[in-house]
Nanobody
Framework: QLQLVESGGGLVQPGGSLRLSCAAS????????IGWFRQAPGKEREGVSC????????NYADSVKGRFTISRDNAKNTVDLQMNSLKPEDTAVYYC???????????????????WGQGTQVTVSS
């Protein structure tokens, strides 16, 4: 079965850290840009970060720049999102997606990603 599976979400206090992981099953991540986006209740989906196939190019939403870091390990077929200095407004369900470009993964082009994960909840609260 071809799928992405996210893990690492949870409850954390403001200022804390979490590390999300996105693992591919049934296909090789090497040929895909991988990105993270999030959706909070009542809000539109927001692209958070994306990393190119080689890992040589990354981009971040302004809201997370300097706090989040995306990385990939093609040998392990995983992409991680290190989230530091978390704020209550980071609370959302976080999803990873795979596509042929970061534009597709983050939804800035009409095409849809090839694969999606089921999401992992991140709650930042004291």
């Amino acid at each position: 079965q071809l799928q992405l599976v996210e893990s690492g979400g949870g409850l954390v206090q403001p200022g804390g850290s979490l590390r999300l992981s996105c693992a591919a099953s049934g296909f090789t991540m090497d040929y895909y840009a991988i990105g993270w986006f999030r959706q909070a209740p009542g809000k539109e989906r927001e692209g958070v970060s994306c990393i190119s196939t080689s890992g040589g190019s990354t981009n971040y939403a302004d809201s997370v720049k300097g706090r989040f870091t995306i990385s990939r390990d093609n040998a392990k077929n995983t992409v991680d999102l290190q989230m530091n200095s978390l704020k209550p407004e980071d609370t959302a369900v976080y999803y990873c997606a795979a596509g042929s470009s970061c534009g597709i993964v983050l939804g800035t082009t009409p095409e849809e990603p090839d694969y999606w994960g089921q999401g992992t909840q991140v709650t930042v609260s004291s």
